[in-house]
């Protein structure tokens, strides 16, 4: 089975030459982005001009990957996860930047019976439950570890996740794009998937006739989206192979725990193509994925630096450790403006995807030298279907619990609240 994106002979334009285009549903995806240790905030913020308007800003040293979409996304400030903080709690920051990062909860420091509470894409997702295949779908890089402590005496949970379905249960993500990829497209019967994986069929070859015949009806601009649609689907699918192909040439007896130069770049990358087709599809309207665990180490060796991202995230000033920490932080929002530039050039009815989606990035901490859970980097991209204006450098306003910002974009989802974690209202954008 595989899903397709919205034809023009789905909508009501192509049985009423009278209909107008907002006749044509257009729901709203969401997805949300986590990345670890906090950045460089002085390289972060954005420049702003001489006006100080909204809209008078240019895009800082790390954000100008994000250039090119400016007028497509809004970059807030002075948002917090108080959640976030020590108090009595003391040690635990990584943690705990983690577990508020779409909860706004407050975590219990144990490392057995862990709780805290739900995340705004599991509210999203319970509310639209059986209008897609998949009511959310959850990706990363790193794997997960639910059990021990990872963190001053905070489970792992905490650590290796972002979405939680409740109190006690995170939603587990998918790591390996073979399998995020079947979990989306793949049959409902477990033998069915292993006879496929065994005789290595594309998806695209299992469905080929019933495609062909449906070419057939449609007309030039649906003919042509199909094509690319279809031919985006088999060169995710070859790029799965090639990875695997490349896992299994790699020497059993060494150790590689950062992965081959270039791989972490390019999981990253599939796994934003999945979530574009995920999308695209309406396989589902609410995805995550964390480009690291909380406190994450790892080595980005492909752009040149060597050392542990957490380690060097604790870095007293010193002017080496912080110029790799602004290289990092940097090549992240590269691959979140990847994933940004996929869905902007994917037609969807009444403009782009990204028009008609939210995708948050940012993380539970700003400065991770000092620990600090104010003034949040985050940025808000897309228009949820022409709900948000955009292009805007906007201030929530000293100490504004981002938990506000959460229970506006279950609004704007048709999936309201009325509270969650610390939220003390919502906040206007």
């Not at 250039?67 to 108080?82: E, G, M, R, Y």
């Not at 963190?151 to 979405?163: E, L, W």
């Not at 492909?302 to 002017?319: L, N």
Request: glycine share 10%.
């Amino acid at each position: 089975m595989l899903g397709l994106p919205l034809l023009e002979a789905m909508t009501p334009m192509a049985k009423s030459a009278f209909a107008s285009a907002e006749a044509i549903q257009r729901p709203v995806r969401m997805a949300c982005i986590f990345v670890p240790n906090g950045v460089i905030m002085p390289q972060w913020k954005p420049i702003v001009g001489p006006s100080g308007q909204p809209t008078d800003w240019e895009c800082s040293e790390t954000l100008q990957p994000l250039a090119p979409l400016k007028h497509k996304l809004n970059v807030i400030s002075n948002l917090t996860h108080d959640n976030g903080r020590g108090y009595k709690d003391g040690a635990g920051d990584h943690a705990r930047c983690g577990a508020t990062f779409l909860t706004a909860a407050r975590p219990l420091k144990t490392s057995g019976n862990i709780r805290l509470g739900i995340s705004v894409d599991q509210v999203a997702a319970s509310q639209l439950a059986g209008q897609t295949r998949l009511s959310s779908i959850e990706l990363g890089i790193e794997g997960s570890r639910n059990a021990g402590s990872c963190d001053s005496g905070y489970s792992c949970a905490y650590s290796s996740n972002i979405s939680w379905r409740n109190e006690t249960q995170p939603m587990p993500k998918e790591t390996v794009p073979r399998l995020a990829f079947e979990r989306m497209f793949g049959s409902g019967d477990l033998a069915e998937r292993r006879e496929s994986n065994r005789i290595r069929k594309s998806v695209l070859d299992v469905v080929r006739g019933d495609a062909q015949r449906l070419m057939k009806q449609l007309g030039r601009t649906d003919q042509r989206k199909m094509d690319e649609y279809f031919s985006g689907v088999r060169e995710i699918e070859q790029r799965i192979e090639r990875s695997e192909q490349e896992d299994a040439a790699a020497l059993p007896d060494i150790e590689v725990p950062f992965g081959r130069v270039e791989a972490f770049r390019e999981h990253a990358r599939l796994m934003f193509d999945l979530m574009v087709l995920a999308f695209q599809t309406d396989t589902t309207r609410v995805a995550t994925m964390m480009l690291d665990n909380a406190g994450g180490n790892r080595r980005y060796t492909e752009i040149g630096v060597s050392d542990g991202h957490h380690g060097m995230s604790h870095h007293r000033d010193k002017p080496e450790l912080v110029g790799n920490l602004r290289k990092i932080d940097r090549y992240l929002v590269e691959q979140y403006a990847y994933f940004l530039e996929k869905l902007d050039a994917t037609e969807d009815a009444g403009g782009s995807l990204l028009d008609q989606s939210m995708v948050l990035y940012g993380s539970g901490i700003s400065d991770g030298n000092r620990h600090r859970h104010e003034d949040l980097p985050i940025v808000l991209a897309g228009g949820a279907s022409g709900q948000i204006e955009t292009g805007r450098y906007l201030d929530a306003g000293k100490e504004c619990p981002m938990a506000n910002l959460f229970l506006t974009m279950l609004d704007l989802m048709g999936t309201p609240a009325e509270s969650i974690g610390d939220s003390s209202g919502r906040l206007t954008i």
